[in-house]
């Protein structure tokens, strides 16, 4: 049997589709049909998804999962007469707080993820620019702006990395390739020298890594399990002897590498 | 008086810090000084987290909040007697989730922002690729390969769009420039020609995008007022023409224009 589950806001959807989708990795076995429906931010709008999802209730025999995070009174009304388990994560905890807070909430809706904090928002804006005109070392201009300089072999995920910290947190950072002739002389390259408070490594295994550089140029030497054995050991050894802290990429996501160099770099804004 | 925040994980802390901020946002003219602490997957670690929070607690004479998701079960027993008022994300819903779904939930941690889901996380990184390459029409190879091209003027919002989607959805989307020969002539860039489908079109207000061309080239004729009236009446003359859905991007965030194209061109996976 497969349940409907919808995510339902006035906004973009996105904090009860990560709440909702955090929840659900947690039942194994089951199918979920997942799906969005941003923006009801009218009665006229609520009234029409609560008619969708009564009819997938319906059709299904089984009631949807709905997570909602509608703050609009007026649609959330509508919204909660629905047919499905329907789960209001700002009604839940919004008590609670203005109890602890001792003021009154708002009301105001489509602020989590629009453009309430210009300031943020345009910092965001501006490390995305940086961080792609600055990708794999292609500009040395303005390194100095850079607050992390993710280092390693071709393949590690220091692009992804830099790009998510950047368009999610506002970080400026950028990324430099260590290339062979780096590797074999043991040292940082020359743009880096005097940077090393601002550098991250990445590692990975040599298997993973093999496996990912088959998949961009298959039986190259360049993805050979040699070649990429002797890069990541230069690589770990080069690391170690300038002190720049480091982790294995090698089973973990965008994400995890993104929160462990903040961590370990005290980057949060 | 400055509030702490602090959202507490075994895994990255995403999902804590999405709905913790969220839910920030309905109050308005309060300080909050946030931290996210990742990776509490153990007592031990645990427990010093507490013997943090409670320090903060004490020193500030008011009661830190505390956002977590932590799902292993002896961290959170310790985390559950800090001295912050303690918002259990999983704890709220788990049970009437199980219920509802008539199984018991696998209390696995990390699952989330993790590689877990193992297909999706490597068409994420593929859309990425595939983004960087393409990005601003610098690459017509495998354009057939692309679900959605964004079309706009120059700073209308296209690449942290694009890149957006192709990060967080795994959509493999790029973009293409309107240049001034495209919008003199009322035409579309003609490796696009026969894509219609794919295509959707930004704009934004004049002001608006004068200012933001104005902080790249600083009184060029690109920026003025007149020239970015211009761009932005032809290009919506060409998307009308062409039957290419667009939006005004002048006063939304990537996410929101990211989920006002998602629901246009029906793209979730």
């Known amino acids: 049997m497969q349940r409907h589950v919808f995510f339902v806001s006035d906004g973009t959807g996105i904090t009860a589709e990560t709440l909702g989708n955090s929840l659900l990795t947690q039942f194994e076995g089951l199918e979920f049909r997942k799906l969005t429906l941003p923006f009801v931010a009218t009665p006229e709008k609520a009234r029409a998804t609560v008619e969708y999802i009564n009819h997938i209730a319906a059709s299904d025999g089984a009631r949807p999962l709905v997570f909602s995070t509608t703050i609009n009174e007026a649609a959330r009304t ?4 629905c ?3 329907f789960i209001d994560l700002f009604d839940t905890y919004i008590h609670s707080l203005e109890q602890e807070l ?6 105001a809706q489509g602020r989590a993820h629009g453009m309430a ?3 943020r928002y345009t910092a965001r804006i501006e490390a995305m620019n940086y961080a792609m005109e600055h990708d794999d070392g292609q500009s040395t201009r303005d390194l100095s702006k850079a607050e992390l300089i993710l ?5 590690c995920g220091k692009t992804p990395t830099t790009l998510y910290l950047a368009l999610q947190h506002g970080i400026f950072a950028t990324n ?3 290339l062979e002739e780096d590797l074999e002389q043991q040292r940082l390259p020359k743009a880096l020298q005097g940077m090393q408070d601002r550098l991250f490594g990445l590692t990975s295994d040599p298997e993973r ?3 990912v550089r088959n998949e961009r140029r298959p039986g190259s030497r360049y993805a050979s399990l040699a070649q990429c054995a002797y890069e990541l050991r230069q690589a770990e050894q080069l690391y170690r002897r300038n002190h720049v802290p480091f982790v294995n990429s090698a089973n973990m996501s965008i994400e995890e590498i993104a929160a462990t160099v903040m961590q370990e ?3 949060r804004h």
Request: charge should be positive; avoid cysteine.
């Open 102 to 107: 001792g003021v009154q909430s708002t009301h």
């Open 265 to 267: 770099k005290a980057l």
């Open 78 to 81: 509508v919204l909660r007469d």
């Open 151 to 155: 280092i390693a072999p071709s393949r």
């Open 176 to 178: 430099f390739p260590l």
């Open 83 to 85: 047919k499905g388990l």
């Open 117 to 119: 904090d210009g300031g």
């Open 209 to 211: 890594l093999s496996q």
